[in-house]
């Protein structure tokens, strides 16, 4: 084993006191000195650096408990900004979020995909644009994280197959070369898993079910995204349903997502999901009678997802949003009721609630990355 140097001891004192900051949010020197039993001397040097890096701040005191007031040390929530963009056939998403994957601004920009630099060349300029709104240092962002409707390589460079952009072409570095920060891609079911994990850090086992426009989903097995040996992982979309049955956008019949998605519940109307749920718990007996269609079918898809994987199944997406802990109940009692052999216990949870799960996701992946390295 190899022997910790004075110096190779300091990085980790730093290291480990911006991680206990972090995960506090709030804590004072005496705090830190006693949970890492490390000298208020030592402390106290570590604070000062972190300080003049401008990734801690001093806010504020503690209550007195008899002396001193104690200062209060929190993380610089804009230390470090990282951008997300979720790209698909029609729009794009940008998405600002902070050291705590708090969004601090978002966007949508009528775009529709091509694979064309003069494409890619707009990308850069709505993407060094939002990068401008956001009024800081360039020095602070990190890098895009881009997600898109597509199968990537293995590498993460370019894109394998997508039907829904229509295209197969497009690489990372066509994005990239007009973007004025680093760059990264990421299938958008992928983003979205991430993003799940990010907000919810308890999970080791669980099956992601992306309820959007277009259905999407990803494996999580021990607390890793399960991507597959040719990066396919998490295609439950395209699993058979009902052999022979409605025809699928991937040229098959039968397919999940034909029975799943949005687009079964907002036929063409892409983006009209709040107004299907407003309609839904008003009482609307047509929408009414689609809702119910919806879910019987996606109870029998969990069953046979449960019966494989015997995990937890997280709905998410623009769907899993409007949907309430009585919605998932109901969904439970469905399963258990054409399943003898589902889960006792309660398996289906409603996951991190944010139309931008995808991009959020896809810009967590820098702020993942730089806690690692800290």
């Known amino acids: 084993m190899e022997k910790m140097t004075s110096g190779m001891m300091g990085d980790f004192n730093r290291r480990q006191i911006y991680h206990l900051i972090y995960q506090r949010q709030r804590i004072?020197?005496?705090?830190?000195?006693?949970?890492?039993?490390?000298?208020?001397?030592?402390?106290?040097?570590?604070?000062k650096a972190l300080e003049e890096e401008k990734l801690i701040e001093r806010n504020g005191f503690f209550e007195s408990t008899g002396g001193r007031k104690s200062i209060v040390y929190s993380c610089v929530t804009n230390a470090r900004v990282a951008v997300g963009a979720h790209i698909t056939v029609h729009y794009i998403r940008l998405v600002a979020v902070d050291m705590y994957g708090k969004i601090l601004r978002r966007v949508q920009i009528d775009e529709d995909y091509e694979h064309a630099e003069d494409y890619y060349r707009r990308f850069g300029e709505h993407v060094n644009a939002f990068i401008k709104t956001l009024n800081m240092s360039t020095k602070k962002i990190m890098g895009v994280g881009i997600a898109l409707v597509a199968?990537?390589?293995?590498?993460?460079?370019?894109?394998?197959?997508?039907?829904?952009?229509?295209?197969?072409?497009?690489?990372?570095?066509d994005f990239g070369r007009w973007v004025d920060v680093p760059c990264q891609m990421f299938h958008d079911s992928?983003?979205?898993?991430?993003?799940?994990?990010?907000?919810?850090?308890?999970?080791?086992?669980?099956?992601?079910?992306?309820?959007?426009?277009?259905?999407?989903?990803?494996?999580?097995?021990?607390?890793?995204?399960?991507?597959?040996?040719?990066?396919?992982?998490?295609?439950?979309?395209?699993?058979?349903?009902?052999?022979g049955g409605a025809l699928c956008y991937c040229g098959k019949r039968g397919c999940f997502t034909t029975y799943c998605s949005g687009r079964v519940l907002f036929e063409d109307k892409e983006g009209a999901c709040q107004e299907f749920f407003v309609r839904l718990r008003g009482g609307d007996r047509e929408i009414g009678d689609k809702w119910s269609e919806f879910m019987e079918q996606l109870a029998i898809a969990i069953g046979s997802l449960s019966a494989v994987l015997d995990c937890d199944i997280i709905l998410g997406g623009q769907i899993g949003a409007f949907m309430t802990q009585e919605d998932v109940s109901s969904l439970q009692r469905m399963v258990r009721e054409q399943f003898q052999y589902a889960p006792s216990t309660d398996f289906i949870c409603l996951g991190y609630k944010d139309e931008d799960v995808c991009a959020c996701g896809a810009a967590l992946a820098y702020i993942s990355e730089f806690m690692e390295e800290m």
């Not at 277009?214 to 992982?233: D, F, P, Q, S």
């Open 28 to 47: 004072s020197r005496i705090g830190i000195a006693n949970e890492l039993r490390l000298s208020l001397p030592t402390v106290n040097q570590k604070l």
């Open 190 to 243: 992928e983003a979205a898993a991430m993003a799940e994990m990010w907000f919810s850090p308890g999970i080791t086992d669980a099956m992601y079910l992306g309820l959007n426009y277009h259905l999407n989903g990803m494996l999580i097995l021990n607390g890793k995204i399960h991507v597959g040996k040719e990066y396919t992982g998490g295609l439950v979309e395209h699993m058979t349903l009902h052999p």
């Open 151 to 173: 199968l990537l390589s293995k590498d993460r460079q370019s894109v394998a197959k997508s039907v829904l952009l229509g295209s197969s072409e497009g690489t990372l570095a």
